[in-house]
């Protein structure tokens, strides 16, 4: 099993959803749903309190994906400002980027629900868009499923 992999299964366990905004909220983070331009969110934190940003012109199926990635965000780099990552340093932050998107795909798409089509033609990419998964990300799923 990843390490990823059981990251997502201990926190699925401990709050006994995989629903992002439901551990949000356990986790005492607030949300923000405000108009983000072309932004689809993004967490910070001040003074110990943690915020997730999301777009409220998001539909509330990218809405929940949005949340379980800076949920990722919350829980896997809790510490690190990304914006001035890119704004002040040379470190590159698509790693941590990448971490948070296959966070997000093992919260919203843990292994039983792959499970549940393995004897359906249906591709990766369509069982992600049942889950609420993007394409873009979906492969993420193939990449940890191992």
């Not at 299964?9 to 959803?17: C, F, P, V």
């Not at 400002?81 to 980027?97: D, R």
Request: with cysteine; charged share 25%; proline share 3%.
């Amino acid at each position: 099993m990843s390490r990823m992999k059981e990251i997502v299964a201990k926190i699925i366990d401990k709050y006994g959803t995989n629903d992002p905004f439901e551990i949000g909220k356990a986790r005492s983070i607030e949300f923000v749903f405000a108009e983000l331009g072309s932004t689809f969110g993004f967490y910070s934190s001040y003074r110990r309190i943690q915020f997730i940003h999301i777009n409220n012109k998001l539909d509330k199926e990218m809405q929940r994906f949005v949340c379980a990635h800076e949920l990722g965000h919350a829980i896997l780099h809790r510490d690190i400002n990304t914006q001035f990552l890119k704004a002040n340093t040379f470190f590159s932050p698509e790693k941590i980027e990448v971490e948070a998107n296959t966070f997000a795909v093992e919260l919203l798409m843990p292994d039983d629900a792959i499970y549940e089509y393995k004897d359906t033609s249906l591709t990766i990419n369509e069982v992600a868009e049942i889950y609420g998964v993007p394409r873009e990300v979906s492969y993420l799923k193939n990449n940890e499923s191992s």
